[in-house]
């Protein structure tokens, strides 16, 4: 009896007899401060190489610089850890699509001494990417630990990704946003409240470690409603710009994989035009957050025709650095774009408008970086949110808004999917909580076989076949071959009734006139998706699973239907 007692006061019994929610909320807090401490490692150590590095940008061998760091970054993925996975945030969300949120505990510092290696260097990305699979491969690996079901590790993969994002830029609403949004795909009360917590927790750690400030600040605004109009064309020059970018980056790698099939080599390549991009236009290299500091500071010099030549500068060196196999993240690289295009949007309305008291620079920079990050991720929550976190721009809160959800919207139109997602969904390995095809992924046809069917074969009698249908409860008998047991064929009861009342035809008939040669078959390999719609199809009920050309059984749409209904009951209940 004591020793009952003393095993149900033991912490690990009290944790594990906790109320689910609770028990996430505990775990998303222990993520959130490895995904902050993860965050504040690589960004205190691109801020320190990269003010040493900032001294030789302008010597000869400087383009030079890129393309070495991209090349040992892809050397060190591919050949030191080993860490063969697919490009960052796509990986995590693969993981949580298809793999029940798992992802290699090498994940976790991997892609930060990658990412470090391109940044650092001068390539055009963000750490952002680096820090949310760290942050993520450490949730799962401690949502393993503590022997989480494949959904509950899902949410907790979220909660790393969550606290990265937030203590990367401070802004934990931001790290919420992008989490459900990009991440999960769902907004649960089940996960927001374990990924909230991940998030503050993540944040509290960077503000400990590196000073609870505003990455940017801005100027105080005066605007007006011409200004608020002037936002509907601001949103559609960012979603422009965002449709450039994201057709450049598929462009990018695939003319690259054409170029040549050493990995390093194309990385190499990508980093030396950005690094002479760089000789003309040093704006560009590096994850720039220099660059939005002065833009929203109404530091930035260079007239129009210079910042309109950076912006695109700023595209064409992100698309060459990831398109070419360098490690880093879209989040600075949008913003940074974002915040030059404002400064460009502004700077040509303000001369072809000289009389119209426009609000300043700084206003319409951060509308750009709300409005090239929203549509590009496909995400205008996550974009508002990170807009108004890191500036502290709540007074703007409206056309931050207005130009999120317009720039969104049209770039939905042309680009319908999320940078992030276009791999999966080409794929087709992109599946959401509670879809059809998510539900169907968790079963597989192996589980739905009915093995209880009478094999009749090519050369049997009717008599013989009759007897069979009197000992069967089904409508459909397999034909196989009697030496090499190969399907053959299907025989259904209906193509086969006129012979049964017939017993002059019984000695005169064999099965092999009888039967349908013309079957479709499917293996046990098929997704479940692909065979419902081979079900409507045909219209049939039942269809045969053939591997190698031996009958396995068959699987049937009723099966099917009460299988899903089961697996849907199952999801809900998690």
Known sequence: MAAGRGLRLSPRYIFYSMDERLKLIIIGAIVGIFGGLASVALNRSLRYVSEILNTIRHVRYAPLLPAIGAAFSSIFLRHVVRDLGAHSVPEVIYSVSRKGGLLRLRSSFSRLVSGFLTIAS????????????????????????????????EVIVGCGAAAAIASIFNAPFAGIAFSLEVILGEWT??????????????????????????????????????????????????????????????????????????????????????????????????????????????????????????????????????????????????LVIGSLMGLFYQSTIASVFP???????????????????????????????????????????????LVSVISATISHYFEPFSVYHQELIRRGELLRPRTDARVLAELSVMELLEKDCLLVHPEMRLKEFVSIVQRSHRNYFPVVDSKTGSFLGMIHL??????????????????????????????????????????????????????????????????????????????EEK
């Open 494 to 571: 209906d193509d086969v009734r006129p012979y049964l009342f017939n017993p002059g035809l019984y000695e005169s008939v064999i099965v092999g006139e009888i039967m349908n040669t013309n079957i479709y078959t499917v293996s046990p390999d098929d997704e479940l998706a692909d065979i419902i719609s081979v079900f409507d199809r045909e219209h049939t009920w039942s269809l045969p699973v053939v591997q190698d050309g031996k009958f396995l059984g068959l699987i049937s749409k009723a099966t099917l239907m009460d299988h899903y209904r089961k697996e849907l009951i199952v999801q």
């Open 122 to 153: 001068g390539g055009s990305a963000g750490p952002e990417a680096p820090v949310v699979i760290s942050g993520a491969s450490i949730g799962s690996n401690i949502g393993t630990i503590f022997n989480l079901r494949d959904r509950q590790r």
């Open 189 to 334: 009360i089940i996960n927001l409240a374990p990924i909230a917590i991940a998030s503050v927790v993540g944040t509290e750690v960077s503000r400990i470690l590196q000073g609870n400030q505003i990455p940017f600040h801005h100027r105080i605004f005066h605007s007006g409603a011409l200004d608020l109009v002037a936002c509907i064309g601001l949103a559609a020059l960012t979603s422009l710009g965002s449709i450039i970018l994201i057709r450049l980056l598929k462009m990018a790698e695939s003319h690259f994989k054409k170029v040549t099939s050493i990995f390093w080599l194309r990385a190499a390549l990508g980093g030396l035009i950005v690094g002479i991009i760089g000789l003309f236009l040093p704006q560009v290299l590096g994850e720039g957050y220099e660059v939005i500091r002065r833009v929203i500071g109404e530091q930035y010099s260079p007239g129009i025709v210079i910042s309109g030549f950076a912006t695109l500068g700023k595209i064409v060196a992100t698309s060459l650095t990831i398109g070419s196999g360098g490690s880093g993240g879209l989040f600075a690289p949008c």
């Open 355 to 401: 009389s119209v008291m426009w609000a300043g620079e700084s206003y319409f920079a951060l509308l750009g970086m709300a409005g090239v990050l929203s549509s590009v991720l496909q995400a205008p929550l996550t974009g508002i949110f990170l807009v108004v976190e890191i500036t502290g721009g709540y007074d703007f809160i409206v056309p931050v808004v």
